[in-house]
T-cell receptor, first 113, second 117 residues
Framework: SQKIEQNSEALNIQEGKTATLTCNYT??????LQWYRQDPGRGPVFLLLIRENEKEKRKERLKVTFDTTLKQSLFHITASQPADSATYLCALVMDTGRRALTFGSGTRLQVQP | ETGVTQTPRHLVMGMTNKKSLKCEQH?????MYWYKQSAKKPLELMFVYSLEERVENNSVPSRFSPECPNSSHLFLHLHTLQPEDSALYLC????????????????FGPGTRLTVL
């Protein structure tokens, strides 16, 4: 069966450290992958997009990697701040078929001051 | 603000009521989507519209009826819902329909928190 797995347990880290979140998928052939941030009671907000032929993408303190052999994406936030506390969702767009995002269930990040 | 608005933000309805959720995007996008988000579950795609034409219906029960009168507005009409339909309903838009080589992101509204009694 097709699955997108993100760590369902909350990730707690200290301010200033690097947060690393994982997204693993099985039985999908994604054309590209996106990461979103969601705050409680609000809609997801787009952060980064990485294509299947890209290994790494950066934007300010954010970095995403995409390994289609391992079927995994890693999302890093460097120099984390309490304001980074939120739920982070990974989402795939397939190379064929469905014309929308398929989401993982998200990982909640808590950055302690 | 993402440029996508949803009303109402909160809705409580009985199982026999009929209500509608409204979504409007001010971004000039051509594709709009409805998602359902239940606690501890991934966002579930419900419907996809491209240029006012429904292009995907993700096996959604007929008690949910979408309407897209133009490319800026999307409605979700609700009737005879069940308590398990209680969830956050999210509307989203993208410049073009998502596909392998369009590399679009989605812009989400704030959602409507629906409670069915």
């Amino acid at each position: 069966s097709q699955k997108i797995e993100q760590n369902s347990e909350a990730l707690n880290i200290q301010e200033g450290k690097t947060a690393t979140l994982t997204c693993n998928y099985t039985n999908y052939s994604p054309a590209y992958l996106q990461w979103y941030r969601q705050d409680p009671g609000r809609g997801p907000v787009f952060l980064l997009l990485i294509r299947e032929n890209e290994k790494e993408k950066r934007k300010e303190r954010l970095k995403v990697t995409f390994d289609t052999t391992l079927k995994q994406s890693l999302f890093h936030i460097t120099a984390s701040q309490p304001a980074d506390s939120a739920t982070y969702l990974c989402a795939l767009v397939m190379d064929t078929g469905r014309r929308a995002l398929t989401f993982g269930s998200g990982t909640r990040l808590q950055v302690q001051p | 603000e993402t440029g996508v608005t949803q009303t109402p933000r909160h809705l409580v309805m009985g199982m026999t009521n009929k209500k509608s959720l409204k979504c409007e995007q001010h971004l000039g996008h051509n594709a709009m989507y409805w998602y359902k988000q239940s606690a501890k579950k991934p966002l579930e795609l419900m419907f996809v519209y491209s240029l006012e034409e429904r292009v995907e219906n993700n096996s959604v029960p007929s008690r949910f009826s979408p309407e897209c009168p133009n490319s800026s507005h999307l409605f979700l009409h609700l009737h005879t819902l069940q308590p398990e339909d209680s969830a956050l309903y999210l509307c989203a838009s993208s410049q073009r329909i998502l596909a392998a080589h369009t590399y679009n992101e989605q812009f989400f509204g704030p959602g409507t928190r629906l409670t069915v009694l």
